[in-house]
């Protein structure tokens, strides 16, 4: 029972870190310092705090479904006659975008991602990245005051944004603490993104982002899971889907009337948190 409500907590600190910028995986490594699984196997922790994200996946897949589903079924939806007209053109075009920004992280993850585990999965790197990329918010929504955005609807990203945006994703896979989202979100803004579109950009990127990474890492853990894991897996990962829906309608609300810089001074504030505690031999 010790063991299903550590997964409850995990569920729920993964649902509201994944799409606030503050590392969802930096915060399941720092909560996985105090409160690790006891009736697991060694590499279950490292395979656990990526595939839970897929509830916080699915989060999205639900409230946007009809922003990402690319296809027109109904005789109200179709446009045209023929195949074509089954095509949702606008949301395709969207879909290839999100492809060309997935690239960049797909390539680097694939043929680093363990070595980045040895070398940044600890609680120094993740404090450091809290820091520096809670900074990044502050100065670039200082830098964006009063200034018009470029981009206020995600058909106005280009192919060349899209790239660019997948650029700063890579940061996220390489530094645990430096968060997906916020890393995108940082890349988005700074090429004049608007907060609501960078947002959503980056909950639509995740799909297909985190999928691939839940997979990859079930292969390399294997199907062998004890009946305890199992458990564990699906409560964490069903309690993130519920707390996710929640969250992400709150950050949706909350950005259209506030900017990004809440969450760099949580992220600095955190990120001193750690070190000191590092410092002081606690973690």
């Keep these: 029972m010790l063991e299903i409500i550590k997964a409850v907590i995990y569920g729920i600190v993964e649902g509201i870190t994944e799409w606030l910028p503050i590392s969802s995986t930096g915060h399941l490594i720092l909560v996985e310092q105090f409160l690790p699984f006891q009736e697991t196997s060694e590499n279950f922790f490292g395979m656990f705090d990526v595939v839970i994200q897929l509830g916080a996946i ?7 479904w009809k922003q990402i589903w690319p296809f027109a079924l ?19 075009t969207l879909w ?8 960049p992280a797909a390539v680097i ?14 609680p120094p790197c993740i404090a450091i990245a809290l820091i520096v990329f809670g900074v990044a918010f502050i100065l670039i929504e200082n830098r964006n005051k009063g200034r018009e955005y470029k981009v206020t609807q995600l058909s106005e990203i280009t192919y060349q944004m899209a790239f660019w945006i ?20 940082v890349g988005a803004l700074l090429i004049g993104v608007s907060r609501t579109v960078a947002a959503e950009y980056t909950f639509f990127l995740a799909i297909p982002v985190m999928f691939g990474a839940s997979l990859l890492k079930v292969m390399k853990f294997g199907l062998d899971f004890t009946s305890m894991e199992l458990v564990i897996l699906l409560v964490g990962t069903a309690v993130s889907f519920v707390v996710s829906i929640f969250v992400l309608k709150f950050l949706l609300g909350y950005i259209k009337k506030h900017d990004f810089k809440v969450f760099g001074w949580y992220r600095i504030a955190l990120g001193l948190l750690v070190l000191a505690l590092v410092a002081g031999g606690i973690m």
């Excluded at 680093?112 to 940044?120: A, N, S």
């Excluded at 896979?173 to 989202?181: C, K, L, N, V």
């Design 74 to 92: 109904s005789k109200k939806e179709r446009q045209g006659t023929g195949i074509s007209s089954y095509l949702k053109k606008d949301i395709w």
């Design 166 to 185: 997948g650029v700063f994703q890579v940061l996220a896979a390489i530094f645990p603490g430096t968060s997906r989202s916020g890393a995108t979100i």
């Design 58 to 64: 699915l989060a999205v897949v639900l409230l946007f």
């Design 109 to 122: 993850g694939a043929l680093f991602d363990e070595k980045f585990e040895e070398l940044f999965y600890n």
């Design 96 to 103: 290839f975008k999100i492809l060309v920004s997935t690239i």
